[in-house]
């Protein structure tokens, strides 16, 4: 497989539009976030994550976190409770992934067989319009091989990712350059 890179910075439209129909069709796109670089797939396609897993050498039994790109989304993914609610109003988007408890439309092998699943909504304008286009919430673990430096350039992913995934948004260095705040709200 030939890894395909496409620069947001000169062609946002095409790569959003690339990036989402191959995230609708199963597959696995690298994308920036304001953290690091994630690898994105359907989040609700068991199919879809295995890609994930494969792609990284991640270990299955490591849960996969769940990216949306309003908070009217979760919702469907997860119980919300007052304390995540007030979370979600005073950083989102931003850096802070959120755990619940998943409902059941998320599959068991994004959350590692747990019954409560990450969900994050990212502060960076091409991520959110990935997930968006997409329609989808997207799993997405830091995009590079498992056990290796997490990403915050695409020069990074094409390092790691080079012929294992079909497409890198290019969206330039990313703000924090470590991964999100974890707090379990359960």
Not at 129 to 147: D, F, H, V, Y
């Amino acid at each position: 497989m030939r890894t395909r890179l496409i620069d947001l910075d000169r062609d946002f439209d095409l790569g959003i539009s690339e990036g989402a129909k191959l995230i609708k069709a199963g597959e696995v796109v690298a994308f920036p976030t304001e953290t690091v670089y994630g690898l994105g797939a359907n989040g609700l396609d068991k199919g879809a994550l295995a890609k994930i897993f494969a792609a990284k050498g991640r270990p299955a039994d490591n849960p996969l976190i769940l990216h949306v790109s309003d908070i009217s989304e979760v919702g469907a993914l997860a119980v919300i409770n007052d304390k995540a609610k007030q979370l979600m109003d005073a950083f989102w988007p931003g850096p802070l992934t959120i755990i619940m408890e998943k409902k059941s439309i998320v599959p068991y092998a994004a959350t590692a067989n747990l019954p409560t699943v990450g969900i994050r909504m990212p502060k960076n304008k091409g991520a959110l319009a990935l997930i968006r286009a997409s329609g989808l919430p997207i799993a997405a673990p830091s995009a590079n091989i498992s056990g290796r430096p997490s990403p915050t350039a695409a020069a990074h992913v094409l390092h790691d990712l080079e012929g294992r995934i079909p497409l890198v948004l290019d969206g330039g260095s990313c703000k924090w350059g470590l991964e999100s705040t974890v707090l379990t709200i359960v």
